[in-house]
């Protein structure tokens, strides 16, 4: 069964500093990864996606995630935090045999602090 | 495209009463998913359809929940009679899963309260 375990539940940075959130999949065979955001009161938006095409994933607003297979994490990076950053990211593997449901981490939310 | 549309945006109803929340998915698209979101147990997938047909409905909670989807372009979740622990926010996906990698396409979700 392919699933995500989001290491942090809450990750408090300041304006300006790195941001990592991490991520780690469990997949019987390589995986269709995601990490999305959710704003305070909105829906959920896609930051970027792992198409297998190159480990490196660049995605919206400065957003990347590496997929290191060796260590079966999908990591979100960005070098510089923005004040409206502040939000709910979710990692999110693809359910190829439940018709590309996807199946959510239980979040980790990010705070900014000026 | 609008995007996935869901109505209403917010619904207060008391216990008892009939619930149904409505979904436009992205045109084309021929995937969709509701999903359930709580503090407690985070985004939950309820069931999804694909070519308007039910696949999947393991993570309806209970008889009182059911969905429907009678053409490519409309669902309902309907909830009978709804409870105070349905309250939630309640989320519809559509997705083209004829891609190589079929990320899906949110609403802005309809936040039920059952007092």
């Known amino acids: 069964a392919q699933s995500v375990t989001q290491l942090d539940s809450h990750v408090s940075v300041s304006e300006g500093t790195p941001v990592l959130l991490r991520c780690n999949y469990s997949?019987?065979?390589?995986?269709?990864l995601f990490w999305y955001v959710q704003h305070p009161n909105k829906g959920l938006q896609l930051l970027l996606k792992y198409t297998s095409a190159a480990t490196l994933v660049k995605g919206i607003n400065g957003f990347e995630a590496e997929f290191k297979k060796s260590e079966t994490s999908f990591h979100l990076t960005k070098p510089s935090a923005h004040m409206s950053d502040a939000a709910e990211y979710f990692c999110v593997v693809s359910l190829s045999d439940s018709g590309y449901a996807l199946n959510f981490g239980k979040g980790t939310s990010l705070l900014v602090t000026p | 495209d609008a995007g996935v549309i869901q109505s209403p945006r917010h619904e207060v109803t008391e216990m008892g009463q009939e619930v149904t929340l409505r979904c436009k998915p992205i045109?084309?698209?021929?995937?969709l998913f509701w999903y359930r979101q709580t503090m407690m147990r985070g985004l939950e997938l309820l069931i999804y359809?694909?070519?308007?047909?039910?696949?999947?409905d393991s993570g309806m909670p209970e008889d009182r929940f059911s969905a429907k989807m009678p053409n490519a372009s409309f669902s309902t979740l309907k909830i009978q009679p709804s409870e105070p622990r349905d309250s939630a926010v309640y989320f519809c996906?559509?997705?083209?899963?004829?891609?190589?990698?079929?990320?899906?396409?949110f609403g802005q979700g309809t936040r039920l309260t059952v007092v």
């Open positions: 359809f694909n070519n308007n047909v039910p696949i999947d």
């Open positions: 997949s019987s065979y390589s995986p269709s």
């Open positions: 045109s084309g698209h021929n995937s």
């Open positions: 996906a559509s997705s083209d899963p004829s891609g190589w990698i079929t990320e899906a396409f």
